[in-house]
């Protein structure tokens, strides 16, 4: 079955930086759109960045534009998120998904079929 599995979250200080990263397996990895999502306390997941199976595309909410940063590595079946400039309002579990259909480049929350179970990130002030 198709695994994601994220890492690299923890306790930060406002304005630092982390590095999540996702590993995907059993899943056609270079043809699959990969999204970071996150979820606070007492809120509904939400969208954080995408980037399409080219890779030649990203995607991005608007609070995260210009501090967070999407990448892949198809030869290691991973993504990751740089975030900069952490806000304690960034604080959440940070979810890594897949589109899990090839070649769609939709990354919309209820379209995303594989999910991993989440990293803690935490910001204070």
């Known amino acids: 079955q198709v695994q994601l599995v994220e890492s690299g979250g923890g306790l930060v200080q406002a304005g630092g930086s982390l590095r999540l990263v996702c590993a995907a397996s059993?899943?056609?990895?270079?043809?699959?759109?990969m999204g970071w999502f996150r979820q606070a306390p007492g809120k509904e997941r939400e969208f954080v960045a995408a980037i399409g199976w080219s890779t030649g595309h990203t995607y991005y909410t608007d609070s995260v534009k210009g501090r967070f940063t999407i990448s892949r590595d198809n030869a290691k079946n991973t993504v990751y998120l740089q975030m900069n400039s952490l806000k304690p309002e960034d604080t959440a579990v940070y979810y890594c998904a897949a589109n899990g259909s090839p070649y769609d480049n939709r990354w919309y929350l209820n379209v995303m079929k594989y999910w991993g179970k989440g990293t803690l990130v935490t910001v204070s002030s």
């Open positions: 059993r899943i056609p990895f270079s043809s699959n759109t």
